[in-house]
Nanobody
Framework: QVQLVESGGGLVQAGGSLRLSCAAS????????MGWYRQTPGKQRELVAS???????NYADSVKGRFTISRDNAKNTVYLQMNSLKPEDTAVYYC???????????????WGQGTQVTVSS
């Protein structure tokens, strides 16, 4: 059983910062890509940022220069540092990780439960 647990969401004023964390636990052999997604009511979930096991990153254009994704492989944890937050960043943020649970098994995608980020104007 694999679990992803997010933390760090909350309410912040525009221009402020928040740091999200997502820790993976359980039967883990290897973690491949990790990423953060966000979703608002009535819209599809969208990629915010992703990071490979080697540290290569990818960002949505809307967050480039403001958000930074990082990971601690020893702790099976991915972070999202969000600076210069805007009201349009308001969403539920989800982490996702592609995890291999055993050496002869394929990797599968696992999702966290989501954490609310609200940016007031």
């Amino acid at each position: 059983q694999v679990q992803l647990v997010e933390s760090g969401g909350g309410l912040v004023q525009a221009g402020g910062s928040l740091r999200l964390s997502c820790a993976a636990s359980g039967s883990i052999f290897r973690i491949f890509d990790m990423g953060w997604y966000r979703q608002t009511p009535g819209k599809q979930r969208e990629l915010v940022a992703s990071i490979t096991s080697g540290g290569r990153t990818n960002y949505a254009d809307s967050v480039k220069g403001r958000f930074t994704i990082s990971r601690d492989n020893a702790k099976n944890t991915v972070y999202l540092q969000m600076n210069s937050l805007k009201p349009e960043d308001t969403a539920v943020y989800y982490c996702k990780a592609r995890i291999q649970v055993a050496v002869l098994r394929e990797g599968n995608d696992y999702w966290g439960q989501g954490t609310q980020v609200t940016v007031s104007s």
